[in-house]
C-alpha cells in the first residue's frame, strides 16, 4: 500500500488566490512527522514545512499552513495568496517514528501552476 | 555555508560503465540518504546511512553500492550502468536527534543519463 497519497498530478491557480495541494497518509505509528517540499523548474529540493503527529495545531510558515486532519490521515498543504513564483512540484513526505528507515518516504506530487 | 555538495551534476554513461556520485555534507548530520527521482513517482530511497561506517538498503537498492568512510561522505557506486538507472540523484542529509520531525537537508541533485 502507498504510504503517501497525491492525488492531483496538476493544479491551476490564479495569481493572489489560495489554493489547497491535498496529501493522504498511511501508518500505523503513533509517532511521525509530515513534511512538504517545494521543487522549481532549477530542480533543488526546498523544505517548506512540517507537522507532527502529537502537535495540537496545525502548521504555519508565512504563507504556507498545513491543515492536518489526524482522523482522516490527511495533511494538505495551503498556499494563501499565490505568487508567480509558487510555480514548482510540491512533495508531501512522511517519517514514521518506529517502524520506517529513518528516511522520508515521499508522494508523487503535485505539479502547481500560478496564473497570472 | 555549503550543506549539502553532490557532483557531478551531469553525467552521461555508456551500458556497462561505472561511476561514483559524491556527496559531501558540512553540517555534522548524522544521517545520509541517496533518492532517485523518475517522472511521476516522487523520490524513491535507494540506500541511506544512520552513522560512519554504516549503511543500509532503502526501497530500489539493485544496481547500487554505498560507502561511508567518513562522517561527511557518502558515496553511491553504479558497477555496472543500465538504461533503467537513467535519473535524477538526490542526496539528503538529517539530524540524529529528534529524528522524527528532522527535515532533510538536499543536495541539488546529479542528472544521470545511461544509453
Known amino acids: 500500500a502507498q504510504k503517501i497519497t497525491q492525488t492531483q498530478p496538476g493544479m491551476f491557480v490564479q495569481e493572489k488566490e489560495a489554493v489547497t495541494l491535498d496529501c493522504t497518509y498511511d501508518?500505523?505509528?503513533?509517532?511521525?512527522?509530515l513534511f512538504w517540499y517545494k521543487q522549481p523548474s532549477s530542480g533543488e529540493m526546498i523544505f517548506l514545512i512540517y507537522?507532527?503527529?502529537?502537535?495540537?495545531q496545525n502548521a504555519t510558515e508565512g504563507r504556507y499552513s498545513l491543515n492536518f486532519q489526524k482522523a482522516r490521515k490527511s495533511a494538505n498543504l495551503v498556499i494563501s495568496a499565490s505568487q508567480l513564483g509558487d510555480s514548482a512540484m510540491y512533495f508531501c513526505a512522511m517519517r514514521e517514528g518506529y517502524t520506517g528507515r529513518r528516511a522520508l518516504t515521499f508522494g508523487s506530487g503535485t505539479r502547481l501552476q500560478v496564473q497570472p | 555555508n555549503a550543506g549539502v555538495t553532490q557532483t557531478p551534476k551531469f553525467r552521461v554513461l555508456k551500458t556497462g560503465q561505472s561511476m561514483t556520485l559524491l556527496c559531501a555534507q558540512d553540517?555534522?548530520?548524522?544521517?545520509m540518504y541517496w533518492y532517485r527521482q523518475d517522472p511521476g513517482m516522487g523520490l524513491r530511497l535507494i540506500h541511506y546511512?544512520?552513522?560512519?561506517?554504516?549503511?543500509a538498503k532503502g526501497e530500489v537498492p539493485d544496481g547500487y553500492n554505498v560507502s561511508r568512510l567518513k562522517k561527511q561522505n557518502f558515496l553511491l557506486g553504479l558497477e555496472s550502468a543500465a538504461p533503467s538507472q537513467t535519473s535524477v540523484y538526490f542526496c539528503?542529509?538529517?539530524?540524529?536527534?529528534?529524528?522524527?520531525?528532522?527535515?532533510?537537508?538536499f543536495g541539488n541533485g546529479t542528472r544521470l543519463t545511461v544509453t
Open positions: 501508518t500505523s505509528d503513533q509517532s511521525y512527522g
Open positions: 546511512s544512520v552513522g560512519e561506517g554504516t549503511t
Open positions: 553540517m555534522n548530520h548524522e544521517y
Open positions: 539528503a542529509s538529517s539530524y540524529l536527534r529528534q529524528l522524527v520531525n528532522s527535515p532533510l537537508h
Open positions: 507537522q507532527g503527529s502529537y502537535d495540537e
